[in-house]
């Protein structure tokens, strides 16, 4: 046998392509250098990253991370699994900065490292934060590699390929070879950016969800149930995403889902906290947020912080239905509860979209890449569209959904221009996205709810795609 023909294709860039990727890591290392800055090398860190560490410190050493808050006075707000495996990451619990005496001001001398001193923003290099340098260093470059992974493991699905495979030779396959990867990633460049800047775990989600989507594509259907199970175990925002393998009744992947969740969300914390205290931490989180998020229960710990509809930049469907219907009153007096009438409008929409989404799907076994890519963001976006509580940053989980649209969208075999129809969507996705962050107009298309607008008309788009394919299934008629 030829020894050419049993060697794997290498992976090499040509010099404009290693040219554009020397600058862009090296603007990825300054952006993390400006992230060490603002958050290790700050008296207050900047960051969520923080609530994660912190509560993965409290669960190890035998506290209720639900009850333990962060410099801030932020609280762990997720089921106990995602704070169980951040254990290399793990933060002590803090220590409260002492009352001082009336009139005695804040320095350095007198507060700890984590919490605001007035007129001085940087404390430094020191032993005190050296632990949360490093901390903060490792997820930004593991929230990097998931982005990366995620892009191209999207693309790999679209493509039919593997992820070790390189780009092809030819010039026209090779450029659409980098559109398929980079510009998903500009779409949702702003709530990326946002997420990396924050230090949450939504690009974690992101990782898991695409790598499940190309191993569907790949035929690995348990494999895949596993990857989709875990996104439902930190943010339970993602769940419909879970009837997928029953829908087209995939059982091997939905085997792979029920023992995902069965390992995260009951065998993991049982093992590592005994089932008492596993017990004792559900509890507490259905009281506190559960039950809060959903308009019952009595606790009110979270209202300021997260599960108010005034106290964040909730960007959720229910949001915007109640800043529309208190437009008249300034944000900081509208009521911090949504009334009966918005949650019930709000479940009445997500009903309708469920329904339409499985008459446009249909009931068949499997999907054809862009089919599988686009059902997925319609799953997600249903989930972020009914859930009470939605930040920007959240809708980079439509990155299937945005990757479909513009791969389809884009010339390619018999159409030589841009379908507008399904780019132009996404180019105002993409647009509110920005928009929405920036000093000035951004509060104002958030409180008007923009950005909640520009995601309905994305999964429109999708919506309008696949019905488009349903035809193709559907038997002719009889003559």
Known sequence: MNASSTTRPRWNFRRHERISIIVTVCALIAFGILQERRTALRHAPMT????????????????????????????????????ILFLPLAEPVPLSPTTLPPGEPKTAANTPWGYAIDGKNYYGFHAENTHFFFVVAAWYVLSLLGILLSAHALACALEGGKLRSPPPEDDLARRRWWWRRLFPLAVCAGSLMTDLSRGQADILMLTAIS???????????????????????????PPLLLAYPFIRRQWTMAIGVIIGLVLLLGVLPVATLGPKRTSELYQCWIEVLAKPALGHGTDTSRLRELTGMGSTDNQSLLATIHNWSNHSLPRDQRPAEAAPWERQTVYAVGALMILATLYVIG??????????????????????????????FYYLLMLPL??????????????????????????????????????????????????????????????????????????????
């Open 402 to 479: 945005v990757a479909a649209l513009i791969d389809l969208a884009l010339p390619h075999g018999n159409m030589p221009g841009v379908n507008w129809k399904l780019m132009l969507p996404v180019v105002v996705f993409m647009l509110g996205d920005l928009l929405a962050r920036l000093p000035g107009i951004g509060r104002m298309l958030r409180d008007n709810g923009v950005t909640t607008l520009s995601l309905l008309w994305l999964l429109a788009a999708g919506m309008m795609f696949l019905a488009s394919r349903a035809k193709m299934y559907r038997p002719p008629a009889a003559k």
């Open 363 to 392: 009931f068949r076994r499997s999907d054809l890449p862009h089919e599988l890519l686009a059902i997925a963001g319609l799953l997600i976006g249903i989930a972020l569209v009914t859930s009470p509580i939605v930040h920007n």
């Open 48 to 83: 969520d990253l923080g609530v994660f560490c912190i509560a993965s410190g409290a669960i190890w050493s035998g506290e209720n991370p639900y009850a333990i808050p962060d410099w801030h006075g932020w609280h762990y707000q997720y089921p106990p699994a995602l704070a």
């Open 211 to 237: 790598l499940g989507l190309y191993l569907v594509a790949r035929r690995a259907g348990f494999k895949a149930g596993l990857c989709f199970a875990f996104p439902a175990t930190v943010k339970l925002f």
